[in-house]
């Protein structure tokens, strides 16, 4: 199929060939005729399938036509989880609009004010928003919803892990019953149905691939480590690798993220770190470096790395693995983008092993185990179904082993669970949390 048959507007189709896209993705093929019939739509589909294009594409020939209602509000308002993906709608706004006359903005946490404002209070057409910064300017009385035609809830499942439930819910409550809603998530499980049963009308449901089978662009495998010290040298071995050319390093914590690409820096590799505690100036800029090739490695937290579209990270390592089974499929989706081969390595420590449970779960397959010659790990792999749900859990002492010392190790996992808390589960657990972060009290929060 091609774009053509989507029946596109001419513009839009002049502006899609300039991007160089040749054929619609398959979400694009699928979605893109129910957004333009006007129907409300729930879609399965990651970031790296094209799913942004697959609304904006709809919502921009939309704006092609008049707007029946009076009034300057945006006649399309998308929700983000994250600035970062905020930006990147925008810029797909901007790739889409280019032969169109449209106004857009962001208003998103962790920027300014004044320019927000000032946005807020001229005619326009498109809003990219996260949603404690929207909320913020709603409870000020700065944003007229009164002609919003489509509402757009990107990656619906990220926005209700992080607290923003009731955020999302007053937002749509603040917008006419008549728009069209549509809702892009990488899982149509968990609390998703329940946020579309509230806020969409009879919606068409589109379930691309499964998690295995979305991510067969990527050579995946793990590789059993010791410790910290079997960790570097695995990664030094795969840093020699030509075949990579670029790769984004996740570890758990924005200090061990620091400190890594640190260390890496020192022994000559361009290298950078991407975590919350840097402003979004700073976090802009290193992207913009990354994308330009003058970082091969990138260290990030997932907060940070979530939403990152940079087609040549050839390699995601994950040095430390992810405490949510379900960041696992997040990160690897950052290598095999668009059509790309990518490689996507775990190290996985001795303490790791339920989370690996809980990753293959998951994904519904067995990850690859992979040994480098020289650098076997010293003891065999743990028994399967070790920490029984995946979930974190230590394993018990065989009986006769000797108690293991805590080494200062309590204190520095204690850093590790409050970041890890503060980052990205304070929805469920610590309602005064994401009640902050949707005050927009949290910098890496919208
Ligand atoms: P997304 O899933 O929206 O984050 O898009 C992932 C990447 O795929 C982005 O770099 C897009 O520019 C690119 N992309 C989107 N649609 C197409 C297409 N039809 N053909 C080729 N690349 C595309």
């Not at 007229?144 to 489509?150: A, M, N, T, V, Y």
């Not at 690798?241 to 820096?265: E, W």
Request: proline fraction near 5%; charge should be positive.
């Amino acid at each position: 199929m091609s774009f053509k048959e989507l029946n596109l507007n001419p513009k839009l189709l002049r502006a899609v060939e300039a991007s160089g896209f040749v054929k619609p993705t398959d979400i694009q093929r699928d979605a893109i005729p129910v957004v333009l019939a006007g129907r409300d739509l729930m879609a399965s589909a990651q970031t790296g399938t094209g799913k942004t294009a697959a609304f904006v594409l709809p919502a921009l020939q939309r704006l092609l036509s008049p707007s029946s209602a009076r009034g300057k509000g945006p006649r399309v308002l998308v929700l983000t989880p994250t600035r970062e993906l905020a930006t990147q709608v925008n810029d797909n706004i901007r790739q889409f609009g280019r032969f169109c006359q449209f106004t857009a903005g962001n208003v998103i946490g962790g920027m300014a004010y004044p320019p927000q404002i000032k946005l807020l209070k001229q005619p326009l057409d498109l809003l990219v928003a996260t949603p404690g910064r929207l909320m913020d300017h709603m409870e000020q009385g700065r944003v007229d919803f009164s002609r919003l035609e489509i509402l757009v809830l990107d990656e619906a499942d990220r926005m209700l892990d992080m607290g923003f439930i009731n955020a999302v819910k007053q937002i749509a409550a603040a917008t006419p019953a008549s728009r069209q809603t549509l809702l892009f998530s990488a899982t149509l499980e968990g609390k998703v149905p329940a946020i579309a049963k509230q806020l969409m009308k009879n919606p068409a449901r589109i379930q691309l691939a499964t998690n295995h089978e979305r991510h067969a662009s990527i050579r995946q495998h793990v590789h059993q480590v010791d410790n910290a010290a079997h960790k570097h040298r695995l990664l030094s071995h795969y840093l020699k690798d030509d075949a990579l050319t670029q790769a984004l390093i996740f570890t758990k914590t924005k200090r061990g993220a620091d400190k890594l690409a640190k260390a890496l820096s020192a022994k000559g590799h361009a290298s950078a770190p991407l975590h919350g505690n840097m402003n979004q100036n700073q976090r802009k800029r290193t992207v913009e470096h990354m994308r330009r090739g003058r970082f091969r490695l990138l260290v990030a937290t997932d907060v940070a790395a979530r939403g990152l579209d940079i087609r040549s990270i050839s390699h995601v390592i994950n040095f430390d693995l992810p405490m949510v089974a379900e960041d696992y499929i997040h990160r690897i989706g950052r290598t095999g983008r668009a059509g790309a081969t990518g490689t996507a390595i775990s190290l996985v420590g001795p303490e790791d092993w339920p989370k690996l449970v809980g990753i293959e779960r998951l994904t519904g397959q067995k990850l690859k185990r992979e040994i480098v010659s020289g650098l076997e790990p010293t003891t065999p792999e743990p028994r399967a179904g070790y920490g029984r749900n995946g979930n974190g859990m230590k394993p018990k002492r065989r009986a006769g082993a000797k108690p293991r010392r805590n080494n200062g190790r309590r204190a520095a996992s204690k850093g590790r669970r409050d970041d890890y808390r503060r980052s990205r589960d304070g929805g469920h657990r610590d309602g005064k949390v994401a009640a902050n972060a949707q005050r927009g009290f949290q910098p890496w929060l919208g």
